[in-house]
């Protein structure tokens, strides 16, 4: 394929494409630092939650020992069970936190992505772009600046 790109490129000089850094495009855009400060938000109050829930689940834990000689078998299996059941429970907590969070980090980021998809291909199309080249994924080591156009600044711009 790229030997096609190439010779195609040779036989027809309007053969242009852009390239740019979609993640710094993103992290430039006003609403980033906002939905980022959410998601910080949000995930402050999940590890408070969690800390909250392991101190309770420890303090438990060091009743249990401080007490276990003494409780007679029926208390001490009961007290066992109650700490099973909350173990569980906290490392369910810890799961379903962190499904919501990558799930609430995709949803508040959504928009913006979409934002930067439709501005990147409304400059493509007004600049007459085949195609626009992400950089970040280090796919292409090079990038003739006489072949293609470096569009972070346009972009950032846009997104403004």
Do not use: W
Request: charged share 30%; proline share 3%.
């Amino acid at each position: 394929m790229c030997v096609f790109l190439s010779v195609h490129a040779q036989e027809n000089a309007a053969f242009k494409f852009g390239y740019l850094s979609y993640e710094t495009a993103l992290k430039s855009m006003p609403e980033y630092a906002i939905t980022e400060q959410k998601i910080a938000d949000l995930r402050s109050q999940y590890e408070a939650e969690t800390r909250r829930v392991e101190d309770d689940f420890n303090r438990k834990y060091e009743e249990f020992l401080d007490g276990q000689r003494e409780f007679p078998k029926t208390i001490l299996q009961k007290r066992q069970s109650e700490l099973q059941e909350l173990l569980e429970k906290n490392i369910a907590f810890k799961h379903k936190s962190r499904e919501e969070l990558a799930k609430a980090e995709q949803e508040a980021f959504a928009p913006l992505r979409i934002k930067l998809i439709e501005t990147i291909g409304r400059i493509a199309r007004e600049r007459g772009f085949a195609f626009i080249v992400d950089t970040d994924v280090k796919a292409l080591p090079y990038i003739n600046p006489d072949m293609g156009e470096d569009i972070n600044l346009l972009v950032q711009n846009a997104l403004k």
